[in-house]
């Protein structure tokens, strides 16, 4: 575990290895409608390492810019598998996918469990990890490797629009994390 977490950190600081078959771009480069991109399209949220890790689909979240650096805002419940490896690990990967191809896949890693079967088996996804040692899937189109640099739970009191407020009933709410985007991969 300690090897590979060093490898983890020295990837994060600077290494710039090839993923195959895909073209290393900046954050800044990447093209596209970002609303459609994550709201109807959707994408896996990804954490942990090639040892263990699992992913879920997501249609809520954002891109942007937070204290001069590219991020990524995702949002997961603290019930959901996922959460637990971002937690450990500091960092996910967003997969972006050709909807209308892969949509029977999204669907299955946003129903199953990942304690309970292998979701990316059944799914028919290939995980890869990239050269920082994140996973990701080779099918996906984008693949934006994240580091956590902000993260806290949304609050009710915070919620300003009541309608919103139905989503969680006083309980459960998601935790929301700001990535500073490390690398930002598309396919060739």
């Given at each position: ?6 490898v ?12 195959q078959?895909?073209?290393?771009i900046?954050?800044?480069e ?6 459609k991109?994550i709201s ?8 942990g ?6 992913t879920?689909?997501?249609?809520w979240?954002?891109f942007?810019?937070?204290w ?16 637990g ?9 967003l ?11 999204l ?8 304690r ?6 059944m799914?028919?996804?290939?995980p890869l990890?990239?050269p ?5 899937f ?19 009191n ?19 994390y700001?990535g500073?985007?490390?690398n930002c991969?598309?396919?060739?």
């Amino acid at each position: 575990m300690l090897i590979l977490s060093l490898v983890l950190l020295s990837g994060i600081r600077g290494q710039d290895s090839l993923l195959q078959g895909y073209k290393k771009i900046s954050f800044a480069e990447l093209g596209g409608n970002v609303y459609k991109m994550i709201s109807e399209d959707w994408m896996l949220i990804t954490g942990g390492n090639a040892t263990k890790y699992n992913t879920m689909t997501a249609s809520w979240g954002g891109f942007g810019c937070l204290w001069n650096l590219p991020v990524t805002f995702t949002f997961v419940k603290p019930e959901r598998y996922t959460f637990g490896f971002i937690e450990e690990s500091g960092v996910y990967t967003l997969s972006i996918f050709d909807h209308e191809k892969y949509k029977e896949a999204l669907k299955i890693c946003g129903t199953k469990s990942g304690r309970d079967c292998d979701k990316v088996k059944m799914a028919g996804l290939t995980p890869l990890v990239t050269p920082v040692g994140m996973m990701a899937f080779s099918e996906a189109s984008v693949i934006i490797e994240c580091k956590v640099v902000y993260s806290d739970f949304l609050d009710e009191n915070g919620i300003k629009f009541e309608k919103i407020k139905t989503w969680y009933n006083g309980k459960n709410f998601h935790k929301m994390y700001a990535g500073e985007v490390i690398n930002c991969w598309v396919k060739e």
